[in-house]
C-alpha cells in the first residue's frame, strides 16, 4: 500500500499534538495563564522603575514591599483591556513570595544600595527580565561583585545579612549557585563534601538534620521513616531498604559503619526476634563452618563489620575457642598484619595470645 | 505590610508516627530550638524521641548549647551532637567543640567527649578526643590535617591521622577528598574523593573511595584483627537537566570488593507535573553486581496535590536477587500514603505498606503520623 496525504496527514497531527502534549508535561511551554512582567518593554519606553516601584529608592529594612498594584497600572494604562487584575496575568505569583521570603530573611535596606548605584537598579537586578522564581532578586554573586565579604566567609559570619540561617531551617529556600548547591547524588557526596567544610554546612543546617541520620539510635528520625509520605525524599534506606539490607552491606563493606556501630545489627536484630538466642534459623549459607574451615574466614576478610555486628563483644568467645594461639583454628590474621598494640595486654590481642600465652 | 527581617527565637516542632508493625510504636519527636533575640550569640537545639510498644523507650538525639563570637572568631558547642570534621568520621558524643577562626584563613578544632551509648545505657570507661587545623588559600582551596583518639574500655579502640581538601578553582568545577591513615594498624582506613564539573543543563561527577572495614571497627573489636581487605570504588554520576521539568541521573561505577571485581549502577528519572514542583513521578532502575550480592531493582515514585492541603504520593518497588538461596525470587514493596498539612502547621499523613521480604513472606504495616510546628516569637 502506498502512503498518501490523506494516510499521513491523521499521523502528522497525532504527532504534533503528542509533541505539544510532551511540551507541556516536560515545562518547555509553560501552562500558566500569567507570565512575568514585561520590565524590558516598560524600560524600553523610558520608564524608571521609581514610577511603579514607588519609593523603594528610600526605602528601610521595613515598610512596604514596594510592588506596584493595579492601581499603579492603571495610572498610564487609562483602558485596561478587560476589567479582571492586571497583575493576575502580567505578573507570576511567585514574585511576591520571592520578595517576602527575602524581606523576612535578608537585612537589606534599599536606600543605602540605589545611591551607591546611582539609581540604576538593573546593575544588581541583572535578571529582572528572566522567566524564573528566582530571577527578580540579584543573586549572592552579585552582592560579591561589591561587598567582598571575605573575612565574612572565612568566619561563617552571615548575620550580616541573613537572618536565623540554620535556626529558621534554610526558611529562604534559596540554594547557593556556587560549589555548594546539593546536586547530583548528594546522599553519597556529602561525605567528602562537608569533610572540609563542616562548619560551612552548620550555617544552615541544623544539628538535628545531621542526627536525623549519623549517630546511635537515631532510627525513629530517619527522614524515610518520619516523612514517609514524603517518597521523593532521597535515602539510603528508603522504600524495601529492609528486604535488601545485607546485600547492600555486602555489596560496600564497611559504609554501614558510617552510621551505624557494630552493635546496631544485634540490637535490630534482637528487636525483630532474628538474633542468636532469639531464632533457631542460621543465617549462614551452608559449608559457612566445615572441618576444614569452610567460607567463614574469606567471607568475614571480605566484611568483618557484619561478622562484629552478631559476634561482637562477649560473642568474641565464639571465634576464640579455635582461633586463640595453640587452637585448632589457625592464625587468623590475612597476609601483612601488623599493629602497634601489645600482644599481651592490650585488647583484643590478649583474648588469644593473653600473658602466658 | 511585612515586618522586617528577624529570627523566631524559639521554634517547636512535634511529630507523632505510629506504626502497626513498629517494635516501639508509637513514636514521637520533639525538636526545640532557641535563639536568644537580643543575644543572637547563643543558640540552642533539642531533639528528643520516645516510644511505646511492648516497653516504654526514648532517647535524647541532640541536646547542643551553642555560643558563638558575634564576629565569627569563634565558636563553642556542648552537648550531645554529632560529631564529624575533617577525615574524623561522625560520631555522636556527649562533650564539646570548639574552633576558632582567623581572617587569613586559619582555623583550628578541638573535640572531647564520650560516645554515645543508646537508650540511657549504662557507660563502660570510653571517650574520643582530637582536633583538626586548617588553611584557607588562594581559588577557594581548603586544607586540613586531623587527628582523632578513641578509647573503650580504657584500651584504645583507634588512633588516626587525616587529610582533607576542597577546592572550587573555577564557578563550573570543585572538588574535595579526604583520607584517614589508621596509626594502631597502619594502613589507609578510608578515602573518599569527588570532582565535578557543570556547564549548562549537564553536571559530571567522578568519584572514587577506599575503604579498610577491617581499620573502621574499633582496635578493640577482635574482628579488627582479620588483616587488610580494603573495598574500591571508582564511578561517575551524570545529572541531565533534559526539559525544565525532566531530570535524568545516570551513575556507574566499577568496585573490587576484596579482590573480586564488580560494579553497580543506576539511573534515575524525576519529572515535575505542574510549575510549582509539588507534583511529580519518578522512576529508578539499579544494577548491583558484586560477588556475593547481586541484584536488580526498579523503584517507581509519585506525588499528587488533590487540593486543599491534600496530597496523595505512592511508591513501588521491586528487586530481584540473582541468586534467590531460598530467600524468595523477587521482594516487593509498596507504600500509599495520603498526607494533609494546614496554613498553620499542622500536618496528617496515613499510609499502608506491604512487602515481602527475605524475613516475611508477606507482610502488611499500616502508618500514621501527626505533627505540629510552632515558632513562638
Given at each position: 500500500m502506498r502512503l498518501g496525504p490523506t494516510h499521513v496527514l491523521p499521523f502528522a497531527l497525532l504527532l504534533a499534538i503528542g509533541l505539544a502534549a510532551c511540551a507541556s508535561v516536560l515545562g518547555i511551554r509553560p501552562t500558566s495563564p500569567s507570565h512575568p512582567f514585561e520590565h524590558r518593554a516598560h524600560v524600553l519606553k523610558g520608564i524608571s522603575c521609581v514610577e511603579c516601584h514607588t519609593g523603594v529608592q528610600t526605602a528601610g529594612e521595613g515598610g512596604p514591599l514596594h510592588l506596584p498594584t493595579d492601581a499603579t497600572c492603571i495610572g498610564c494604562h487609562q483602558k485596561p483591556h478587560d476589567d479582571r487584575s492586571c497583575l493576575g496575568c502580567h505578573s507570576e505569583p511567585y514574585v511576591r513570595q520571592a520578595v517576602e521570603l527575602a524581606r523576612t530573611n535578608l537585612r537589606f535596606t534599599h536606600s543605602q544600595h540605589t545611591l551607591a548605584a546611582n539609581g540604576d537598579c538593573v546593575r544588581c537586578h541583572v535578571e529582572v527580565t528572566e522567566a524564573r522564581p528566582d530571577a527578580p532578586l540579584p543573586k549572592m554573586a552579585t552582592c560579591?561583585?561589591?561587598?567582598?565579604?571575605?573575612?565574612?566567609?572565612?568566619?561563617?559570619?552571615?548575620?550580616?545579612?541573613?537572618?536565623?540561617?540554620?535556626?529558621s531551617g534554610m526558611a529562604e529556600g534559596i540554594l547557593p549557585d556556587d560549589h555548594v548547591v546539593h546536586d547530583g547524588d548528594w546522599i553519597r557526596e556529602h561525605g567528602a563534601r562537608a569533610a572540609s567544610e563542616r562548619d560551612l554546612c552548620a550555617t544552615c543546617h541544623s544539628e538535628r538534620q545531621c542526627a536525623s541520620c549519623h549517630g546511635e539510635g537515631t532510627v525513629p528520625a530517619l527522614p524515610a521513616r518520619l516523612a514517609f509520605d514524603e517518597v521523593r525524599l532521597p535515602g539510603l534506606h528508603r522504600a524495601g531498604f529492609a528486604a535488601r539490607h545485607a546485600d547492600e552491606a555486602h555489596a560496600d563493606p564497611g559504609l554501614c559503619t558510617t552510621c551505624h556501630t557494630e552493635s546496631s545489627c544485634v540490637d535490630c536484630h534482637t528487636r525483630l526476634a532474628v538474633a542468636p538466642g532469639t531464632t533457631t534459623r542460621s543465617p549462614h549459607p551452608a559449608g559457612w563452618l566445615t572441618t576444614n574451615g569452610g567460607e567463614h574466614g574469606t567471607q568475614a576478610r571480605i566484611d568483618p563489620v557484619s561478622c562484629a555486628g552478631c559476634h561482637g563483644g562477649a560473642g568474641e568467645q565464639l571465634c576464640v575457642g579455635c582461633h586463640r594461639v595453640g587452637g585448632p583454628g589457625g592464625n587468623?590474621?590475612?597476609?601483612?598484619?601488623?599493629?602497634?598494640?601489645?600482644?599481651?595486654?592490650?585488647?583484643?590481642?590478649?583474648s588469644c595470645h593473653g600473658v602466658g600465652s | 505590610m511585612t515586618p522586617c527581617a528577624h529570627a523566631d527565637p524559639l521554634r517547636l516542632r512535634g511529630d507523632a508516627v505510629a506504626a502497626s508493625q513498629g517494635t516501639s510504636s508509637p513514636t514521637g519527636l520533639i525538636v526545640l530550638q532557641g535563639e536568644d533575640a537580643r543575644k543572637p550569640w547563643v543558640e540552642a537545639e533539642g531533639l528528643v524521641w520516645a516510644g511505646g510498644g511492648s516497653s516504654f523507650t526514648g532517647d535524647v538525639?541532640?541536646?547542643?548549647?551553642?555560643?558563638?563570637?558575634?564576629?565569627?572568631?569563634?565558636?563553642?558547642?556542648?552537648?550531645r551532637f554529632v560529631l564529624a570534621t575533617g577525615a574524623v568520621r561522625p560520631v555522636q558524643i556527649d562533650g564539646a567543640y570548639a574552633i576558632g577562626r582567623a581572617p587569613w584563613g586559619s582555623s583550628v578544632e578541638a573535640f572531647g567527649g564520650l560516645p554515645v551509648v543508646p537508650r540511657f545505657a549504662t557507660r563502660s570507661y570510653d571517650w574520643v578526643a582530637g582536633g583538626r587545623v586548617a588553611q584557607k588559600i588562594r581559588l577557594g582551596i581548603a586544607l586540613g590535617l586531623s587527628y582523632v583518639q578513641r578509647r573503650e574500655y580504657g584500651d584504645i579502640a583507634g588512633e588516626e591521622i587525616g587529610a582533607d581538601v576542597a577546592a572550587a578553582p573555577l564557578s563550573w568545577c570543585d572538588l574535595a577528598a579526604f583520607a584517614s591513615y589508621d596509626l594502631l594498624n597502619p594502613g589507609i582506613a578510608e578515602a573518599r574523593a569527588s570532582a565535578a564539573a557543570r556547564s549548562g543543563a549537564f553536571r559530571f561527577e567522578l568519584f572514587a573511595?577506599?575503604?579498610?572495614?577491617?581499620?573502621?571497627?574499633?582496635?578493640?573489636?577482635?574482628?579488627?584483627?582479620?588483616?587488610?581487605?580494603?573495598?574500591?570504588?571508582l564511578g561517575a554520576t551524570v545529572r541531565w537537566r533534559a526539559a525544565p521539568r525532566l531530570e535524568v541521573l545516570a551513575s556507574g561505577a566499577g568496585q573490587d570488593v576484596a579482590g573480586g571485581a564488580g560494579g553497580n549502577g543506576w539511573l534515575r528519572g524525576t519529572l515535575k507535573l505542574n510549575e510549582q514542583g509539588d507534583a511529580d513521578l519518578g522512576l529508578e532502575l539499579r544494577r548491583v553486581a558484586v560477588p556475593g550480592a547481586e541484584w536488580t531493582g526498579a523503584r517507581a515514585t509519585a506525588m499528587l496535590p488533590l487540593g486543599k492541603g491534600f496530597r496523595y504520593s505512592s511508591e513501588v518497588e521491586i528487586v530481584v536477587p540473582d541468586y534467590p538461596d531460598g530467600r524468595g525470587v523477587a521482594w516487593p514493596w509498596g507504600l500509599s500514603a495520603l498526607a494533609w498539612r494546614s496554613r498553620d502547621g499542622w500536618e496528617v499523613g496515613a499510609a499502608v505498606e506491604a512487602s515481602s521480604s527475605p524475613l516475611h513472606r508477606y507482610e502488611t504495616d499500616a502508618l500514621a503520623r501527626v505533627s505540629r510546628a510552632l515558632d513562638v516569637r
Open positions: 560579591f561583585g561589591c561587598h567582598e565579604h571575605r573575612d565574612q566567609w572565612t568566619l561563617r559570619d552571615c548575620d550580616g545579612c541573613h537572618v536565623d540561617l540554620a535556626g587468623p590474621h590475612g597476609p601483612g598484619f601488623s599493629s602497634r598494640k601489645d600482644e599481651h595486654h592490650d585488647l583484643p590481642c590478649r | 538525639l541532640v541536646l547542643t548549647v551553642r555560643f558563638r563570637e558575634p564576629h565569627g572568631y569563634g565558636e563553642l558547642r556542648a552537648g573511595s577506599q575503604q579498610s572495614p577491617g581499620r573502621l571497627l574499633p582496635a578493640t573489636s577482635l574482628f579488627s584483627v582479620l588483616g587488610d581487605l580494603p573495598s574500591e570504588t
